[in-house]
């Protein structure tokens, strides 16, 4: 085992993907992974007995999965190094915006008016452009402040608008967004962090600031996160959802999804030189061809920044896939991120590869389309684009599918 393993992430991941891990007594190793597979339920006792690094593991389980009451306990540990790990845990969770619940009064508290309705969180799902929207709320002077986010996972905030509708009409915008599949309902905590990583993309990129971001990220109490969590390693049945990475190409929302227009332009211009070459190939040979042609154009471009981008995209639609009931999706879309993320080629992902055949798909469909219809005399029919047109948006300006 190298000593690189020892440390919290690696041996995390190894406890998930089962990994053995023959420097641990088997029966901690057990425990250890029982525990990071429900860490809301693991007790300060329970920890405390492991070996210090899988103890470690435990915490960061907990970390990522956004639960302070773990640590928060094990601060108060009498084990020394694991009550410090617990307060460095409890720090990255107020990074993210993540706090703990103010302690239990002992004192009966006289009675309290009737808490206000709590507003979910929206997030929509990701465009071709990387582009999503957010919308969160929040309590204000008896009311509700709303606001609507448009973030680039390039730049970060591109826009954000701030007002203060009625409950009723921030009910019926989610009810409506929910309804028609344009996004999924997350917590407050988890729309807050994605705004705090979206602000620290503006700073790494030197986009503007919107007005009022600076103002939002310390209304919901977080500050610009510098780089997000790493995606989790792959597993091993990912292989097999790299080569099934096509299907999620025939899902409405990723069904609009293209290359950007110009690896469009460049991949379809050496599809028309082999249409016009004078060399005699049969049909299938043409074909294969044009396929090799598609997978050059899809590995080029997918550089190890593309694919970590796209990782991440994949992510965020394997959560939008599991909250509208699509658990295999969800399954398939994970996969392909762990891979693109940690950049495993062999094999190739097919999601990649389908990204840039539909371009020459489209483009037949078009030919065929026009073909058609000089043979019936009719005007000629507009060619299905191998780009997306602009993107829809609500009339808030939340970008649909």
């Known amino acids: ?201 503006n700073l790494r990129t030197r986009t503007p600031f919107p007005p009022d971001l600076e103002a939002a990220l310390r209304h919901h109490g977080v500050q610009p996160v510098h780089e997000p969590e790493p995606l989790p390693a792959p597993e091993p049945d990912d292989v097999r959802h790299a080569l099934e990475g096509d299907q999620l190409h025939a899902t409405p929302e990723i069904a609009e999804w293209m290359p950007p227009e110009a690896q469009v332009r460049a991949l379809m211009e050496q599809v028309q030189a082999l249409a016009q070459s004078p060399l005699a190939l049969s049909g299938p040979q043409r074909q294969e061809q044009v396929r090799q042609r598609v997978l050059e154009a899809a590995k080029a471009y997918f550089t190890p920044e593309v694919r970590q981008r796209y990782a991440r995209r994949l992510w965020h639609m394997a959560a939008f896939f599991d909250a509208t009931g699509r658990a295999l999706q969800g399954s398939i879309a994970r996969g392909e991120a762990r891979r693109l993320f940690h950049g495993l080629d062999e094999p190739f992902s097919r999601f990649a590869e389908t990204l840039f055949a539909k371009v020459v798909v489209l483009a037949a469909a078009g030919a065929q389309a026009r073909l058609e219809a000089s043979r019936e005399g009719t005007p000629g029919t507009e060619a299905p684009s191998a780009t997306p047109s602009g993107e829809r948006r609500s009339p808030g300006g939340l970008i649909l599918p």
């Open 1 to 201: 085992m190298s000593p690189a393993s020892t440390e919290p992430r690696p041996l995390l991941d190894a406890l998930r993907a089962g990994t053995p891990l023959p420097s641990f007594p088997e029966a901690a190793v057990a425990r250890a992974r029982s525990l990071v597979e429900d860490v809301g339920a693991a007790t300060v006792a329970a920890v405390e007995g492991l070996p210090e690094p899988l103890a470690g593991a435990v915490l960061e389980a907990a970390v990522l999965a956004g639960q302070v009451a773990l640590p928060e306990a094990l601060s108060a540990s009498s084990v020394k190094p694991l009550a410090k790990a617990a307060k460095k845990a409890l720090y990255r969770l107020r990074s993210r915006g993540v706090t703990p619940a103010e302690a239990h009064r002992e004192a009966t508290p006289a009675p309290a008016p009737a808490a206000p309705e709590s507003l979910p969180t929206l997030v929509t799902v990701m465009s071709s452009t990387g582009q999503y929207g957010l919308l969160l709320t929040r309590g204000v002077r008896g009311g509700v402040e709303l606001l609507q986010v448009i973030v680039s996972d390039e730049q970060g905030v591109l826009e954000l608008t701030r007002t203060e509708p009625s409950r009723g009409d921030v009910r019926r915008m989610l009810k409506h967004g929910l309804k028609n599949g344009f996004g999924m309902e997350v917590s407050r905590e988890e729309g807050a962090r994605l705004l705090a990583e979206a602000a620290a993309l």
